[in-house]
């Protein structure tokens, strides 16, 4: 019997061996490959094998993180932010930038070994443990910075070459020195555009062919480490010479002179040299020159002193200053009267602002390589684990090449114990004859830096092209932005075409910012950005302890990854402020888009456990207390009925909760099948998805539960007790008037609804009833109007807050409130009012008050036939089980009988009022009159037999079906009288009804008190009477029933 069972199920569930080869063989080929292979087998042609990714550990992660983390910055900026800086605040900058790093590291390796990592990297990572709006947003941000950060590379490859390779291959010459600036960004512009088509070309050929260039560029790399280090050991024994010339205190660009000194002696003459040449109008020694250089002498020092020679003490503190600033040593000199033509003169100055965290942003970019390697998972053979060696191992690879445990650190002694600090601040290397100032601490030669940086900026910019277009088609490929959809395609290989076409589209806007200095910190927020959510996720992950979370690197900690993130946030506003909520406006928007337009995805992310957490957290703190009267608003419970096709019968009865809640609190939207759950579990989803539409439709945010009942009134009673969870429960039941009451086949429906009403007053809730709910308004914005309240009773505050709520919405916006009260005969009508405004000015309410006086007056015939009828109505069809047929003669047969002795009770003056009778009789004909025509409306089928029925043919007719004392009962109700407390209720609902109709027949909506129902269940069906005439001739109405407790207040 069990083996039965077991085989029934293999259809649904798989077998264990089936599952454990499928894992095994798990494949995180890319998508482009394996719709090629599918449309291979659909052509029938031969199956072109195409292979797993066969990247390891060295080639697809350490290399590219080494590539980039040993970049541009180390060889170009680095000697120039230990200058400027100075070694205590670069002592900060690498530690604070090193250590935020480190700590993403360890986070991401922890992420990495969660589970496979197909393609996507960083982004695959974020989304799968933040959800996809977190992910898509810090996904494109991450994209863009490495999108900017190729373009980084590739300006630092043709600074290289511009400025120390090749310098006469600049096309824009500057003819004076204030123009070198902007020639030089031209040419960055030019040449840089040409570098970009050129990677691009590579690229596109084939990632294959990346990784082999790569291994020749990283050897160049690795060359210039070593010798960087040789050269700092050799000035121990021998400084390299590299004379900077000093004028007064000034350096000098050493370009267009060879010889440090103003004049010297050939043949015993005293002759001026090309020094003399730049400063004066003329080569004579009575020529005019320079203020400055007649009052200063010029003096040579060295450019490297050495290890050994102390400037490591001179180059402690920073010198920080604006654009146009000269580097100048700590000498005395002797200032000139006039300093406007110093910039005019061959003086090394600064070329842009500095200040520290300028320098903060611009070296980040040096420590970002981390995640050069993830953002190629797609291509590795075993992404989580060679993600996590290789990423660890490429920050302490650092460490034994640069001798120091925080890698960069050892530079920052290096470079400020060796080299002048007037150099270090020199960030072209003028003052050194154009040579790249770290190549001039190298050994052998400084070729070996300038080719070694040369080569590593282009492999840089190779592995930012390679990895941004693949983190766009995994964010493509994810359908979470719907605009982005075209760059999920590419080759038949995989290769991500259209992605990369964009990344060098966007790359080229970098490019013609064409300042190094400019891109760097654009591109710090975004990695700054990417890397905080990172350590967020891995966090987040940790704190909550999810089942799934169960990563192999166990070196890890929440407390490290929340420190991670709390640096980066530190560092994003350090680097530049207004970069930083720039960023974060930019991931922001996309964010909301996301939410808003992408496609919806379970991941099973961490922020939906997070809000599991926030929520039960939540609910156990509102179980401890009720809600203060000032916190308290309708939480809803919204009762649908459903149609045969299961489809809502009363969507605006949706709107008008929208409306109401504006998406505040709890709505719960409800609605009952009829049977079991077990043969109609299929139709109660049907209809849970059929209500989920209309909410969506009509915009109303919150709950459904569908319910399966044996019978309504169980089912609704069943929602009204269990709904809600814990402190969040709805205290307010809304549900729509039966407008098609009397003439309902069934009368459980009207029994159903007054059961509801007692059981909603039981369990001390708010009930809201709306009459012609589907005139409603929609989402079409009202005129100017009024919302009619009508206070005839206190309820608690819920008639006045129902109007205030409304207003909130657009659609009541222009709606203005009126509070009717109602006074008796003994009420000071005047000091009613007053009160009541004085009181509405105490709720910070704004209405018109209004006080309508209502007089004991005689009962009419209209309101004693009305009464009678009615009575005689519910008694017959309470002693008779009639058929529908039956049903309708025995109306007929009391109509007539009920005319005739109304007319002898006004003739003999039995009803002693001064009424009118004639007037009396015309509005009881044409009431009459009206209700056959509504039966004949309602009831005409074939089986209506078209007669005049009298008392006598009545009683022949049902003699013969039913007993003769049920004639003799019949027979009493045509001489009954009206119960008098059915005709003192009646007459009030009569003249109520007369007095709203008067005042609100034109308002947009009246609210009125909902009177409780009898306490007997005999007299349901006369209730339901009184309430109809209380809204006869209205058409929109919502009778309001308080839950028993204060809900407005006067106080703050």
Known sequence: FSVFHILEEMDSNPMVSSLLNKLANYTNLT?????????????????????????????????????????????????????????????????????????????????????????????????????????????????????????????????????????????????????????????????????????????????????????????????????????????????????????????????????????????????????????????????????????????????????????????????????????????????????????????????????????????????????????????????????????????????????????????????????????????????????????????????????????SCCGAGLQSLTGAPRLLQAIARDGIVPFLQVFGHGKANGEPTWALLLTAVICESGILIASLDAVAPILSMFFLMCYLFVNLACALQTLLRTPNWRPRFKYYHWALSFLGMSLCLALMFISSWYYALVAMLIAGCIYKYIEYRGAEKEWGDGIRGLSLNAARYALIRLEEAPPHTKNWRPQLLVLLSLDSELSVKHPRLLSFTTQLKAGKGLTIVGSVLEGTYLTRESDAKRAEQSIKSAMAAEKTKGFCHVVVSSNLRDGFSHLIQSAGLGGMKHNSVLMAWPANWKQSNDPQSWRNFIETIRETTAAHQALLVAKNVDSFPHQERLAEGTIDVWWIVHDGGLLMLLPFLLQQHKVWRKCKMRIFTVAQLDDNSIQMKKDLQMFLYHLRLNAEVEVVEMHDSDISAFTYEKTLVMEQRSQMLKQMQLSRTEREREIQSITDESRSSIRRKNQSGAHGSAVNNQNAQLIHDRNTASHAALNDNSDATPERVHMTWTKEKFCTERTRNREPNASVAVRDLFNMKPNQSNVRCMHTAVKLNEVVVNKSQGAHLVLLNMPGPPKSRGGDENYMEFLEVLMEGLNRVLLVRGGGREVITIYS
């Open 31 to 455: 998508q482009g490959v394996r719709e090629h292979e599918e449309a291979d087998e659909d052509e029938g042609a031969k199956k072109k094998t195409v292979k797993s990714p066969q990247m390891g550990t060295f080639i697809g992660v350490y290399l590219p993180c080494l590539q980039n983390i040993l970049g541009v910055i180390l060889f170009l900026r680095m000697t120039w932010i230990v200058g400027t800086a100075g070694i205590l605040e670069s002592f900060i900058i690498v530690s604070m930038c090193c250590s935020c790093t480190m700590l993403t590291a360890i986070s991401m390796s922890a992420i990495a070994t969660n589970g496979v990592v197909p393609a996507g990297g960083s982004y695959y990572m974020i989304s799968r443990s933040l959800g996809p709006e977190f992910g898509g947003a810090v996904g494109l941000c991450f994209y863009l910075g490495t999108t900017f950060a190729g373009a980084m590379y590739i300006l630092g490859t043709i600074e290289i070459l511009l400025t120390y390779i090749v310098p006469s291959a600049a096309i824009f010459k500057a003819e004076e020195k204030a123009q070198e600036a902007d020639a030089l960004l031209n040419n960055m512009r030019v040449y840089g555009t040409c570098c970009l088509t050129l990677m691009a070309l590579v690229v596109f050929v084939g990632v294959k062919y990346v990784n082999k260039l790569a291994l020749v560029f990283l050897a160049c790399v690795v060359l210039s480490i070593l010798a960087i280090y040789a050269g700092v050991i050799k000035t121990i024994f021998e400084p390299p010479v590299f004379p900077v010339c000093l004028l007064g205190n000034r350096t000098l660009q050493n370009h267009d002179f060879d010889k440090c000194m103003k004049t010297e002696i050939i043949d015993n003459l005293t002759v001026t040299t090309k020094l003399w040449s730049l400063f004066c109008e003329g080569p004579e020694l009575n020529a005019s020159c320079n203020e400055y250089f007649s009052l200063n002498n010029v003096t040579e020092i060295q450019g490297i002193p050495g290890l050994t020679s102390g400037v490591i003490s001179e180059n402690m503190w920073g010198s920080y200053g604006p654009a146009g600033m000269l580097v100048e040593k700590a000498v005395p000199s002797v200032p000139a009267s006039v300093a406007s033509q110093d910039k005019y003169m061959p003086y090394v100055a600064n070329d842009i602002t500095t200040f520290f965290t300028l320098l903060v942003g611009i070296y980040f970019p040096s420590v970002t390589g981390i995640m050069a390697g993830s953002n190629r998972s797609g291509d590795l053979r075993d992404a989580q684990r060679s993600i996590p060696i290789g990423t660890i191992l490429a920050i302490p690879c650092i460490v034994i090449i640069i001798k120091s445990i925080l890698k960069y650190l050892s530079c920052v002694v290096v470079f400020g114990a060796c080299i002048e600090g007037v150099v270090l601040r020199d960030k072209f290397g003028d003052s050194v004859k154009g040579n790249l100032v770290i190549g001039t601490l190298s050994w052998p030669s400084p070729w070996v830096i300038v080719i070694g940086s040369f080569f």
